[in-house]
């Protein structure tokens, strides 16, 4: 995914910061086992957050471990210790960064996605015989954002539904008879915030190299990030807004226990002071560092 759903860490408990790292950790370690080492680097934040979403709601035990790290041998980390269901969402992972690979070749984004693309299809293969129906769900929903953006669709919540039903079908999925109204409603909003934050983080970017932007095509008359952003600002700050505060207003109607404040933090504060961050933003986003 892309790395806008992050906590904020001004205001997050240490303990609470010591069991996201270890869900991130847990994750890139069950991509390391199950993929092989390359495929790491696609251990995202937003796919963390989804990790401990699900783990919550499916009340599934969470054993923290010590141990170290390819990326830093000499210091044993907290890790979420491996199971059946982080290895599915690592498998779930792996999947989607397939896809976005493949759609970042055909937007154009150059030798870095081909080779992404590359290097992930006999990962992508192996996700792929491990969950199925999670592979269609996620190649239908960007078929069809495609055939979207090649026909010049100027409906931004039509193109965002695209990637807002992605992550809702993939969490009913994984739910299963736990899946309710209000979990999917979290992960619809979720994705769609995604794929918003996206689109303005990338839109000055996709103007100057002609690349397809949803936020272009429903405002139009670009000349700078600053000036695009200060002309829309009421219009973004409330598409952003309006989709955070539907996903906070589910989340409150599921009752979470381990990890609450955790996820609390995420979507309280940490999303909102990302879409501070990007409506003052003179340029792309730096990648976080949590």
């Known amino acids: 995914?892309?790395?806008?759903?992050?906590?904020?860490?001004?205001?997050?408990?240490?303990?609470?910061?010591?069991?996201?790292?270890?869900?991130?950790?847990?994750?890139?370690?069950?991509?390391?086992?199950?993929?092989?080492?390359?495929?790491?680097?696609?251990?995202?934040?937003?796919?963390?957050?989804?990790?401990?979403?699900?783990?919550?709601?499916?009340?599934?035990?969470?054993?923290?471990?010590?141990?170290k790290c390819v990326g830093n041998p000499f210091r044993k980390k907290a890790v979420v210790k491996n199971s059946e269901l982080l290895d599915t969402i690592a498998a779930v992972n792996i999947i989607l960064s397939y896809y976005k690979a493949v759609d970042g070749v055909r937007d154009g984004e150059g030798s870095k996605m081909r080779i992404a693309r590359r290097m992930l299809e006999k990962p992508f293969m192996r996700a792929k015989k491990r969950c199925p129906e999670i592979e269609e769900i996620a190649r239908m929903r960007y078929?069809?954002?495609?055939?979207?953006?090649?026909?010049?669709?100027?409906?931004?919540?039509?193109?965002?539904?695209?990637?807002?039903?992605?992550?809702?079908?993939?969490?009913k999925i994984l739910l299963k008879e736990k899946s309710d109204g209000f979990k999917e409603g979290v992960m619809y909003n979720v994705g769609k915030f995604v794929y918003l934050t996206d689109a303005l983080d990338d839109v000055e970017e996709d103007f100057k190299k002609k690349r397809y932007n949803p936020l272009l095509k429903e405002f139009g008359n670009?000349?700078?990030?600053?000036?695009?952003?200060?002309?829309?600002?009421?219009?973004?700050?409330?598409?952003?807004?309006?989709?955070?505060?539907?996903?906070?207003?589910?989340?409150?109607?599921?009752?979470?226990?381990?990890s609450y404040d955790l996820m609390r933090n995420i979507l309280y504060d940490g999303m909102r002071a990302k879409i501070k961050e990007l409506l003052s933003s003179k340029k792309k986003l730096p990648k976080p560092k949590i």
């Not at 409906?155 to 807002?164: E, M, P, T």
């Not at 200060?230 to 973004?236: I, K, P, R, S, W």
């Open 1 to 67: 995914m892309y790395g806008y759903i992050v906590p904020d860490k001004s205001v997050l408990k240490i303990q609470d910061f010591v069991l996201y790292r270890a869900f991130y950790c847990g994750l890139c370690k069950s991509i390391g086992r199950q993929f092989g080492q390359f495929p790491r680097y696609t251990t995202n934040y937003d796919f963390t957050f989804f990790s401990v979403f699900l783990h919550d709601c499916l009340s599934a035990d969470v054993t923290i471990t010590e141990e």
């Open 143 to 171: 078929e069809k954002l495609y055939a979207l953006e090649q026909a010049g669709e100027t409906g931004i919540d039509r193109l965002a539904d695209c990637f807002a039903s992605m992550l809702k079908d993939i969490a």
């Open 222 to 258: 670009f000349t700078s990030r600053e000036k695009f952003i200060a002309d829309n600002y009421d219009d973004l700050c409330f598409m952003l807004t309006s989709t955070l505060n539907r996903a906070i207003a589910d989340f409150n109607n599921i009752g979470f226990t381990q």
